[in-house]
């Protein structure tokens, strides 16, 4: 018997790929009430800027102030955060902050020129970002891990500042989430958070900086506000629930597997955890382990709900088929759980991140791995990459012309130019011909 908890699919049957596309379906777009909450308050925060913050933290947080300096969190009250920890939380946060830099150190990007056949010289110039803002939710759960993957890229990427909001509901501040701040190397952080966050770090307010790019996850009012203040300020992506897909051959503790998918279920009702597997007796194993397991789980009711209502066990005719649902999919995380994962990663082409092997939860990815756990979801790992360094750099094209080299490139783009009826284009690339008669009519 199917457990009640979640459903069970099978590849071979004739519904699958629509029972499929049914269970993989995320509308991200946000519902209109949402959509129009977070446009009034974004143009309330363009307008009275501290002072709408300050309406909205008592109203949304059940903070209210008077000023808008006490939303600010000063650096000696981060350090002091960090200090009061004990010894095996604060080595905790430090041993994860040296093996993200560490990792992170590996995507930097250098500067870069060639020249060509004519003695032209062409490159790229990397620069970090100005400012960078980085929003750590903070309504339902506190996450000193966003704050180290968000926060630690930036600072190896070289981003002069690097301004952070986090949402205190009642004022509580999470000791854990400044003390990561700390080691994280902040330069501002202020207690304020959904669609009014996002729009003080887009356009500024007297207390709050202007910021040239937005990242970090949150919530629907969050996820709308940024879509919406997309142009003047960058954004790193709209995210969606959490995400995770296993392929497992049957080797895998299956204890192992049921906690696996627990780990993402526990998000949130909406998030998403489906296991694939040949092997039916495993998946059978899996199915009454759940049941087994679950009444243990603190946030079981969160769990139940998500694996209810996008959950799945899904049997497969054999691990390439498996792999083929996978990229169909593209999750943000994908574990292979098999005996021999690098059998499988070269077909794998669509995943926020690979999880090589049994011994590799997503968990560690989530805490202690090294990369950046902000990753892309609800399908668009198809065309978008995890959060890096790349992504508080710009390259901005560079091009230098020698007398003798621009001449052939001239001619080239004069011709072009005149193809495309741009007599201005063609004629800013003419007048430095050799030989040129500048009383040529134009």
């Given at each position: 018997?199917?457990?009640?908890?979640?459903?069970?699919?099978?590849?071979?049957?004739?519904?699958?790929?629509?029972d499929?596309?049914?269970?993989?379906?995320?509308?991200?777009s946000?519902?209109d009430?949402?959509?129009r909450?977070?446009?009034?308050?974004?143009?309330?925060?363009?307008?009275?800027?501290?002072?709408?913050?300050?309406?909205?933290?008592?109203?949304?947080?059940?903070?209210?102030l008077?000023?808008?300096?006490?939303?600010?969190?000063?650096?000696?009250?981060?350090?002091s955060?960090?200090?009061?920890?004990?010894?095996?939380q604060?080595?905790?946060?430090?041993?994860?902050?040296?093996?993200?830099?560490?990792?992170?150190?590996?995507?930097?990007?250098?500067?870069?020129?060639?020249?060509?056949?004519?003695?032209?010289?062409?490159?790229?110039?990397?620069?970090?970002?100005?400012?960078?803002?980085?929003?750590?939710?903070?309504g339902?759960?506190?996450?000193?891990?966003t704050?180290?993957?968000?926060?630690?890229?930036?600072?190896?990427a070289?981003?002069g500042?690097?301004?952070?909001?986090?949402?205190?509901?009642?004022?509580a501040?999470?000791?854990?989430?400044?003390a990561?701040?700390?080691?994280?190397?902040?330069?501002?952080?202020y207690?304020?958070?959904?669609?009014?966050?996002?729009?003080?770090?887009?356009?500024?307010?007297?207390?709050?900086?202007?910021?040239?790019?937005?990242?970090?996850?949150?919530?629907?009012?969050v996820?709308?506000?940024?879509?919406?203040?997309?142009?003047p300020?960058?954004i790193?992506?709209?995210?969606?629930?959490?995400?995770?897909?296993?392929?497992?051959?049957?080797?895998?503790?299956?204890?192992?597997a049921?906690?696996?998918l627990?780990?993402?279920?526990?998000?949130?009702e909406?998030a998403?955890?489906?296991?694939?597997?040949?092997?039916?007796?495993?998946?059978?194993?899996?199915?009454?382990?759940?049941?087994?397991?679950?009444?243990?789980?603190?946030?079981?009711d969160?769990?139940?709900?998500?694996?209810?209502?996008?959950g799945?066990?899904i049997?497969?005719r054999?691990?390439?088929?498996?792999?083929?649902?996978?990229?169909?999919i593209?999750?943000?995380?994908?574990?292979?759980?098999?005996?021999?994962?690098?059998?499988?990663?070269?077909?794998?082409?669509?995943a926020?991140?690979?999880?090589?092997?049994?011994?590799?939860?997503?968990?560690?990815?989530?805490?202690?791995?090294?990369?950046?756990?902000?990753?892309?979801?609800?399908?668009?790992a198809r065309?978008?990459?995890?959060?890096?360094?790349?992504?508080?750099?710009?390259r901005?094209?560079?091009?230098?012309?020698t007398?003798?080299?621009a001449?052939?490139?001239?001619?080239?783009?004069?011709?072009?130019?005149?193809?495309?009826g741009?007599?201005?284009?063609?004629?800013?690339a003419?007048?430095?011909?050799?030989?040129?008669?500048?009383?040529?009519?134009?």
């Open positions: 018997m199917s457990s009640p908890l979640i459903r069970r699919l099978n590849s071979a049957d004739a519904g699958f790929d629509l499929l596309a049914a269970l993989t379906f995320w509308d991200v946000e519902d009430a949402v959509n909450a977070a446009r009034e308050i974004i143009a309330d925060v363009r307008k009275r800027g501290d002072a709408a913050l300050l309406e909205y933290c008592a109203r949304f947080d059940n903070l209210p008077t000023d808008a300096g006490e939303l600010r969190v000063g650096a000696d009250e981060l350090r955060c960090f200090e009061q920890l004990d010894a095996v604060r080595q905790a946060l430090q041993d994860a902050a040296a093996r993200i830099r560490s990792y992170h150190e590996h995507q930097q990007q250098a500067s870069w020129e060639i020249q060509d056949a004519h003695g032209n010289g062409l490159g790229v110039l990397v620069r970090p970002l100005d400012r960078a803002g980085v929003y750590v939710p903070g339902q759960a506190a996450y000193p891990s704050v180290l993957m968000t926060v630690i890229p930036a600072r190896v070289g981003v500042e690097v301004v952070v909001t986090v949402p205190t509901p009642g004022g501040r999470n000791p854990l989430v400044m990561a701040m700390h080691v994280a190397g902040v330069d501002q952080v207690t304020v958070g959904g669609a009014q966050a996002i729009a003080a770090l887009a356009y500024g307010t007297e207390t709050v900086p202007r910021v040239d790019k937005i990242v970090g996850p949150g919530g629907a009012f996820a709308a506000a940024k879509r919406m203040v997309f142009g300020v960058g790193d992506s709209i995210a969606g629930p959490s995400e995770i897909l296993i392929i497992a051959d049957g080797t895998t503790d299956v204890d192992w049921v906690l696996d627990f780990s993402q279920a526990e998000h949130d909406a998403q955890a489906i296991l694939l597997s040949p092997d039916t007796d495993f998946l059978q194993r899996v199915n009454d382990r759940i049941e087994a397991l679950l009444p243990d789980m603190v946030r079981a969160i769990i139940r709900r998500s694996l209810t209502g996008r799945a066990l049997q497969t054999d691990l390439n088929e498996a792999v083929a649902i996978a990229n169909r593209a999750p943000e995380h994908l574990e292979l759980a098999v005996a021999d994962p690098d059998a499988l990663l070269p077909d794998i082409r669509h926020g991140a690979i999880f090589m092997g049994p011994y590799t939860p997503e968990t560690i990815g989530d805490y202690a791995a090294g990369p950046s756990h902000v990753l892309p979801t609800f399908g668009t065309y978008s990459s995890p959060l890096g360094v790349y992504d508080f750099q710009k901005s094209s560079l091009i230098r012309c007398a003798s080299g001449e052939p490139l001239a001619r080239i783009a004069a011709t072009l130019a005149h193809g495309e741009l007599q201005a284009h063609a004629r800013a003419e007048v430095r011909l050799p030989g040129f008669d500048h009383n040529r009519p134009a």
